[in-house]
């Protein structure tokens, strides 16, 4: 395989998927009869924090009971081991890439286990349950915290960062992402505009951007992600 320098890989859901973290837009797309983009919101929080509060204290439950699977350790691995540079871009907001080994993760939607003050603006680290009874250990207000999540509408996190490493990639890489959400969706479309960097699709099927990939591996990123990253770093050889 031709060796490349700069590396960017996106990452959706599909990766977690292996690990027992639904998807978001498989099979009914919907927790507890809600669709996320009836509770992934600011005006869903308005509306009803409680419902929201509750929907991420379930999610960052749930964290403890999953373990990274092969598709993580192949990104964490392939950072670990390639000559050049390797940046992970995720728009999980679960910590499934770092605790396979990936050392960098820009995590663009946010973190399960951060909380955020609306009053203060400080982020917070956060373990278990948060309720709009809770107050923030900074500035004492209450209610402050929310989940440190991008809902629809907010401007994802680190778009500087992650604008100018796709300028600088070589080869770009989506996994598991239905290419739905913008402007994570739109990141394959701008590196082939610049015209320097192939692309790679891994999804369990063709995404919504399929056409913009000039090479698709469709099945499971567990299986399809070790034998990629060994042809990545040479040990196909
Ligand atoms: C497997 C597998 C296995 C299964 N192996 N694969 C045009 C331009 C810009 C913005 C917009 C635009 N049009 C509309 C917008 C606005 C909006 C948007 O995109 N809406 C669409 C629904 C149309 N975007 C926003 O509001 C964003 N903000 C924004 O745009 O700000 C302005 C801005 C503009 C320009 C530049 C910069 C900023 C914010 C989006 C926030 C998304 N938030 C969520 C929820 C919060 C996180 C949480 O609670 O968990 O993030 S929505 C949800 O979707 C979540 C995900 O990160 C995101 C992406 O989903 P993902 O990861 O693709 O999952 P799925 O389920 O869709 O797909 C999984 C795939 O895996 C499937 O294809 C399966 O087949 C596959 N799979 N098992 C491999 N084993």
Redesign the pocket.
Known sequence: MVRYQNIVILT????S??SGVR????ND?LWEEHR??DV?TPEAFARDPNLVQRF?NL?RAQLGTVEPNP?HRAIARLQAEHDGMVTIVT???DDLHERGGAREVIHM??E?KQVRCVHCGMVHAWQGDCTQGTECPSCGAKPALR?N????????FH?DLIYSRLRACDLFIS????????????FVAEVRRLEVAHTIE????P?AGVSYFEECRH????T?MPGLVDELIGKDD
Not at 12 to 15: F, L, N, R, T
Not at 175 to 186: E, I, K, L
Request: aromatic content about 10%.
């Open positions: 959706g859901a599909g990766v998927a292996e998807t978001f837009r498989d797309g996320v983009e992934a991420y999610r598709a728009q999980n907001v939607h946010g399960l989940p999540i991008v809902w629809f509408g907010e401007m994802p778009m996994v598991g992402t239905s290419g739905n959400v913008y402007p994570a969706a739109g891994v999804n369990l099927e995404s099945g499971p990123a567990g399809l």
